[in-house]
């Protein structure tokens, strides 16, 4: 499920361009949480309140660049639809155990480490769409089992950042499975608009020529992301 492609270098202009995401995609990474007057409303929420936690699980993964870079690395030379869905459908599997498990469990962990995980995950996707597991190790993974166990990596990110806004247990079963189908259907629009993106460019003779530097870009985004999340968690306490 791979292209051909022609080995590339990253040319002034592309180089900028990486540069400006790279930069960008640092200053949303920390934004990526709930907080402001979301993390007061369901602070304040007393009773199922499934709605608004719909939306909010929705604006979750809209708003998640963690989530999505690994998404788009995990369909990025996937053509068929069968394909698509079996994949998004294992990594929403991983994810929804461990949103809900974590949280009703009461299971805690660093949210710091959990979204360098995330980061790794970023970086293990891309690298993999480059040939690098291959070339490294010998052998390809399954990525459905890669996509299932990173998808429980993610699903606890999103429940470490439920646990701190330390939800209210009356109501919090409906509130918290309202908020995973929010969830996925911020995940559903999402992909829609990037599958749609992405097929225009699939038709395009770029895609070829700069398949490549996408992942390569995706990679340095996910080491910016696991890098701030390393540094947050050993240096947060100085």
Same mark, same amino acid.
């Given at each position: 499920m791979r292209v %051909?492609?022609?080995? &590339?270098g990253l040319k002034p202009p592309l180089a900028a361009l990486i540069g400006?995401?790279?930069a960008g995609f640092a200053t949303a990474a920390f934004a990526h949480a709930i907080g402001g007057k979301d993390a007061a409303f369901v602070a304040a929420t007393v009773g199922p309140d499934p709605v608004p =936690?719909?939306?909010?699980g929705a604006k979750h993964m809209v708003t998640g660049y963690d989530h999505l870079l690994f !998404?788009?690395?995990? &369909?990025f030379f996937l053509?068929? =639809? #069968? +394909? &698509?869905? !079996?994949?998004v459908t294992m990594f929403s599997l991983g994810h929804s155990i461990t949103l809900l498990a974590g949280v009703l469990m009461d299971v805690r962990v660093s949210s710091e480490l959990v979204d360098a995980v995330i980061g790794f995950s970023v970086i293990y996707k891309a690298f993999d769409n480059l040939g690098g597991m291959k070339t490294v190790t010998g052998f390809q993974p399954d990525n459905r089992f890669v996509v299932l166990g990173f998808g429980l990596v993610h699903? =606890?990110?999103?429940? %470490? #950042?439920?646990? #701190?806004? +330390?939800?209210?247990?009356n109501g919090l079963i409906a509130n918290l499975l309202s908020f995973n189908v929010g969830v996925e259907i911020g995940q559903i629009?999402?992909?829609s608009v990037i599958l749609l993106a992405m097929t225009f460019w699939r038709r395009t003779r770029l895609f070829g020529k700069t398949a490549v530097a996408a992942?390569?870009? &995706?990679?340095?985004?996910?080491?910016?992301?696991? %890098? $701030? $999340? !390393?540094?947050?968690y050993f240096l947060g306490g100085l």
């Open positions: %051909t492609r022609e080995p &590339i400006l995401a790279v =936690f719909l939306y909010l !998404l788009v690395g995990v &369909i053509y068929r =639809f #069968k +394909h &698509i869905a !079996l994949y699903g =606890f990110g999103l429940a %470490t #950042k439920l646990q #701190k806004l +330390h939800l209210n247990e629009i999402a992909l992942n390569v870009l &995706i990679m340095v985004a996910g080491s910016v992301f696991m %890098t $701030q $999340q !390393l540094a947050a």
